[in-house]
C-alpha cells in the first residue's frame, strides 16, 4: 500500500504563502500522477493541482491558477504545493493524492485516485 504524508501547514494572514509537501513511500512513485485536494468544514473535497508522472504536466483549478504551484521531485518521492497570495476562503484540510498507476496523468478528480494522505491544515486569517 503506498502511503503518503503531508506536512507545511499551518496558520498563516491573508497575503502570505505556506509551501506544503507531500512524502510518498513505493518504489513506483515515479510513475504515479499526483494531486491536491481540499476540503474545508462543511464543504466537499476539492481539486487543487494535479501533476503527472514526468512533472511535465500541471493542472490547476481555476481558485489556484497564478496563486498555487504544484512540483515534484521523483529521486526524493516527493510532491509540493507552493501557495501564494493566500486568502481566507483557502482554509482547508490539504490532502495529497496518488493515482497509482503506470505513468499516470494530471487528474482532476478524486474518484481518479488510489491513495491518500491524511491531510494538513491551512488557516489562513483575514
Known amino acids: 500500500q503506498v502511503q503518503l504524508v503531508e506536512s507545511g501547514g499551518g496558520l498563516v494572514q491573508a497575503g502570505g504563502s505556506l509551501r506544503l509537501s507531500c512524502a510518498a513511500s513505493?518504489?513506483?512513485?515515479?510513475?504515479?500522477?499526483m494531486g491536491w485536494f481540499r476540503q474545508a468544514p462543511g464543504k466537499e473535497r476539492e481539486f487543487v493541482a494535479a501533476?503527472?508522472?514526468?512533472?511535465?504536466?500541471?493542472r490547476y483549478a481555476d481558485s489556484a491558477k497564478g496563486r498555487f504551484f504544484i512540483a515534484r521531485d521523483n529521486v526524493r518521492n516527493t510532491v509540493s504545493l507552493q501557495m501564494n497570495s493566500l486568502r481566507p476562503e483557502d482554509t482547508a484540510v490539504y490532502v495529497c493524492?496518488?493515482?497509482?498507476?503506470?505513468?499516470?496523468?494530471?487528474?482532476?478528480?478524486?474518484?481518479?485516485?488510489?491513495?491518500w494522505g491524511q491531510g494538513t491544515q491551512v488557516t489562513v486569517s483575514s
Open positions: 493524492a496518488a493515482q497509482a498507476v503506470p505513468w499516470g496523468l494530471a487528474r482532476v478528480t478524486a474518484q481518479e485516485y488510489d491513495y
Open positions: 513505493g518504489r513506483t512513485f515515479s510513475s504515479y500522477g
Open positions: 501533476i503527472d508522472w514526468s512533472g511535465t504536466m500541471t
